[in-house]
């Protein structure tokens, strides 16, 4: 067994290879939280984005520079 792995059984429906927010696209989010390494945290769709210096409390129009597995990277646009 490794880390990091999760069995998936007959009734896990999620989809894992299709994202809500593609890289090079802008959405209009609303920062909820504060990451532990300084960030803003929103979401779309439930898909976590850390915004570089998004503040909690904000609605920023963002631009995603990045998407993971788990979550994506953007920064705000003026």
């Known amino acids: 067994m490794s880390y990091g792995t999760q069995r998936r059984g007959a009734g896990d429906n999620r989809n894992f290879g299709s994202k809500p927010v593609e890289v090079g696209k802008e959405y ?11 960030d ?3 979401r779309v769709q439930g898909f976590v984005i850390f915004v570089k210096n998004g503040r909690t409390g904000e609605n920023v129009k963002v631009k995603v520079n990045s998407v993971g597995s788990r979550f994506a990277i953007a920064e705000i646009v003026n």
């Open 28 to 38: 209009d989010v609303q920062v909820t939280e504060t990451s532990y390494k300084g």
């Open 40 to 42: 803003g945290v929103a």
